[in-house]
């Protein structure tokens, strides 16, 4: 049987039309996903790209699918978590925002063409605070 695995989120986001403009908001503090703000960047992954998931011991990251087509997946490493060793992947065709806990993988492949995201963590890559970040493969189980 599968779970799913605790403290993710994955939501749609709706688009804001004012004035001409269209806008995306990829994130609030009202919406309490991360505990403090470390770095914040826009990421466009190519489909042709080797994918792969990245642990994060101690760093909480929100992603935001701006544009493009993706499949985000998350596997679960902490202690102690009831779903320890599950994976799961989500695919997002429209905007939409993701928590990737720390102590899960996470990752994300483009398909068809290029897609373009938001990245916003509590600790930037190069913070000792931040704790180790892990590489493993994309289909680790």
Same mark, same amino acid.
Request: glycine share 10%; net charge negative.
């Given at each position: 049987?599968?779970?799913?695995?605790?403290?993710?989120?994955?939501? /749609?986001?709706?688009?804001?039309? /004012?004035?001409?403009?269209?806008?995306?908001?990829?994130?609030?503090?009202?919406?309490?996903?991360?505990? =403090?703000?470390?770095?914040?960047?826009?990421?466009?992954?190519?489909?042709?790209? +080797?994918?792969?998931? =990245?642990?994060?011991?101690?760093?909480?990251?929100?992603? *935001?699918?701006? /544009?493009?087509? #993706?499949?985000?997946?998350?596997?679960?490493?902490?202690?102690?978590?009831?779903?320890?060793?599950?994976?799961?992947?989500?695919?997002? =065709?429209?905007? *939409?925002? #993701?928590?990737?806990?720390?102590?899960?993988?996470?990752? #994300?492949? +483009?398909?068809?063409?290029? +897609?373009?995201?938001?990245? #916003?963590? *509590?600790?930037?890559?190069?913070?000792? /605070?931040?704790?180790? +970040?892990? *590489?493993?493969?994309?289909?680790?189980?």
């Amino acid at each position: 049987m599968m779970r799913e695995i605790p403290d993710l989120c994955i939501r /749609e986001i709706e688009s804001v039309h /004012e004035d001409g403009r269209r806008r995306w908001i990829g994130l609030r503090d009202t919406d309490h996903l991360l505990r =403090r703000f470390g770095s914040a960047e826009v990421v466009r992954v190519d489909p042709q790209a +080797a994918a792969a998931l =990245r642990l994060r011991s101690i760093a909480d990251e929100v992603w *935001t699918l701006l /544009e493009g087509e #993706v499949i985000f997946r998350w596997l679960d490493q902490r202690d102690g978590s009831p779903s320890r060793g599950q994976r799961h992947d989500h695919q997002a =065709r429209t905007p *939409t925002q #993701v928590l990737a806990p720390f102590g899960v993988g996470f990752g #994300v492949r +483009a398909l068809g063409g290029p +897609a373009l995201l938001l990245r #916003v963590c *509590t600790h930037a890559d190069d913070d000792p /605070e931040g704790g180790q +970040a892990i *590489t493993l493969p994309w289909d680790s189980t």
